[in-house]
Every structure is written in structure tokens, then in C-alpha cells.
């Protein structure tokens, strides 16, 4: 059982609260849909997916000297800002190269958080000597994205079920609102006593990571699963899945309820990640996840559409 009152419980808390309002995504259960009718096609949308891959690739070390040099705290709030920015360019976006940029902020946003916020809460339970329970810890953090996810999914179905200029926009801003309320929440943020305070040189930064890579190859590996397995899988099962349901004859409306139902799966094993690695090999479960990760862009892949739209960017018919 964690103890409360102390600093793990406050950012925690904190982290929950900032993660739930950050994965608000409305435009998320036809999010190929805007894109289609924003005039991008297949392969378009591939490369707005490499952008997004890119800025992450391109911000993880810059941004993790941040986090590292000055507080994850820091790289927080610079991530908050970054998602704003990246949010807000979708509004009229009908140029390939917004949506390219968009995607590419977007990943450097999400690089922000990526590792940082995991940095912040071994630290912040090692102050209180409950370091044991970081798998308990980050699957509560985690389960706020799903939590939210299912309202988000639905109600985005729900207004974009005429698939017009005017409701993809209203979904947009309703996510900036939401990203301004992360932005808020993550001032709320302690760092822990000592937390970026490493004053070495960037390059002996990146040096002293090649080595423990060298010293450590499963790191390594566990890297390439993430990179080459889990992000591509999710990101076109993320970018395409709505495009396929609709394709299959599933309102607009309806698709945010099967969407969200796999949320809630999703919710239930991210808050039983404690009880499930007592039971189970941590090597073995992410073998499985990847591998089913595998599977699913397989059965998931995309096939060729054709969609036209008239001049406020309805769609009027894909096939």
C-alpha cells in the first residue's frame, strides 16, 4: 500500500490528473476521416505518421538533458506548450506540410514526457523508500489516458457524425482547452530534493548512455521493441482504425463506442500492471504485448481509398 501525504503521492496525483487531461484527443475517432477530407491520402498520412516519429526521435536526448539538467518539471511545461502549438495548427490546416509540422511538434511534446515522468516518480518514491512500487505507481499514471479516452472517443464520434469542417474544428479547440488545463495542472509538479541537478557536460551525457547501452544490451533491445514494434503498430492502428470501421459500415456516431470499449480494457489491465508482473515474467508479458501489437497491424493494415470533398471540406464519399 503507498503512503500518502508524502511527495510520490503528490505528483502522482499530479501526474494523473495532467496525463488525463493531456490524452484528450476529440479528433482521435476520426482522425483519418479529417485527414482524408483535409485533402491528404494513404501515403500522405504515412509521412504525417513519420513526422510525429521524427520529432520524438529528434527531441528525446535534447529533452532528456532538460529534465535532467533543470527538472523534469521543465521539460514538462515545455512539452505542454510544444502539444498546444501542434493542436492549434490544425485549425484550417489543408497544406500537407501543417500537418507535417503539427506531427513533428507533436512527437518532440511527447518526448518531453517520455522518460521524464518516469525519472520524477522513482525519484519521488525513493524519498519516501517506496521505490518498490513503480510499476504500481506508473500503471495508475497510465490508466488516465484510457480513463478519459472512452468519454473522448465517444463524444468526438458524436459531434463529427457529419464529418463537416465546422465539427473537426469545434473537436480541435476542445482539445486545446483540454491542453491548457494540463499545461495548469503540470505548474502543480514537485521535483525531488537533488532532481536536475547533474551539471556534466551534454556530451558526457551521451557518452556515459552509449555505455550503459554497451554494459546493458537488453536495454537496447527494449528500446528497438518500443520503437519498431509498439509506436508504428499503435500509431497506425491510431491513424487508420476509424477509416476501416467506416469502410465497414459503422456510423460515424458508433465508432466511438468500439473505439472506446477497447479503452476500457486498455484501463483495467494498465491499473492491474502491479498484480500482473508479480505473476508473470516482465519479459514474457512484453513479448506477448508485442507480438499481439504485431498481429493487430496485420489485420488492421490500411487499403486503398478514394475520397472526394467539397469546398467547406466535407467528406462527402470515401470507398
Not at 21 to 46: N, T
Not at 222 to 245: C, G, H, Q, R, W
Request: net charge neutral; aromatic share 12%; with cysteine.
Amino acid at each position: 500500500m503507498m503512503k500518502k501525504g508524502t511527495l510520490a503521492a503528490h505528483n502522482i496525483r499530479v501526474l494523473f490528473w495532467a496525463d488525463l487531461f493531456g490524452s484528450v484527443k476529440f479528433i482521435q475517432p476520426v482522425l483519418a476521416l479529417f485527414y482524408f477530407s483535409r485533402g491528404l491520402d494513404e501515403a500522405l498520412i504515412l509521412w504525417v505518421m513519420f513526422c510525429w516519429s521524427f520529432g520524438v526521435l529528434v527531441g528525446e536526448v535534447p529533452t532528456s538533458m532538460l529534465a535532467d539538467r533543470y527538472g523534469a518539471k521543465r521539460a514538462f511545461l515545455l512539452g505542454s506548450v510544444f502539444s498546444i502549438i501542434s493542436h492549434a495548427m490544425l485549425l484550417g490546416a489543408d497544406e500537407p506540410w501543417l500537418f507535417f509540422m503539427s506531427n513533428f511538434l507533436s512527437g518532440f511534446a511527447a518526448s518531453c514526457f517520455s522518460g521524464a515522468d518516469e525519472a520524477l516518480i522513482y525519484e519521488s518514491l525513493k524519498a519516501s523508500n517506496e521505490e518498490h512500487l513503480m510499476d504500481q505507481a506508473m500503471g495508475i499514471i497510465q490508466s488516465a489516458q484510457f480513463v478519459v479516452t472512452v468519454a473522448a472517443l465517444v463524444i468526438g464520434a458524436l459531434v463529427a457524425k457529419d464529418l463537416t469542417n465546422g465539427q473537426f474544428n469545434l473537436l480541435i479547440v476542445l482539445g486545446i482547452v483540454f491542453q491548457c488545463v494540463r499545461l495548469v495542472l503540470v505548474f502543480l509538479v514537485k521535483n525531488p530534493p537533488g532532481h536536475g541537478a547533474y551539471r556534466g557536460q551534454p556530451l558526457s551525457q551521451v557518452k556515459e548512455g552509449m555505455l550503459a547501452i554497451r554494459q546493458a544490451p537488453q536495454v537496447l533491445w527494449m528500446f528497438l521493441n518500443v520503437t519498431l514494434v509498439f509506436i508504428p503498430t499503435t500509431a497506425i492502428f491510431e491513424n487508420f482504425s476509424d477509416k476501416l470501421l467506416y469502410d465497414a459500415g459503422l456510423p460515424v456516431s458508433f465508432i466511438g463506442v468500439v473505439l472506446g470499449s477497447l479503452a476500457v480494457f486498455s484501463f483495467v489491465v494498465s491499473r492491474s500492471i502491479g498484480w500482473l508482473t508479480t505473476r508473470f515474467s516482465r519479459i514474457g508479458l512484453m513479448h506477448a504485448t508485442g507480438a499481439l501489437s504485431g498481429v493487430f497491424a496485420i489485420v488492421e493494415r490500411p487499403h486503398p481509398i478514394a475520397c472526394a470533398r467539397d469546398d467547406d471540406f466535407a467528406l462527402i464519399d470515401c470507398r
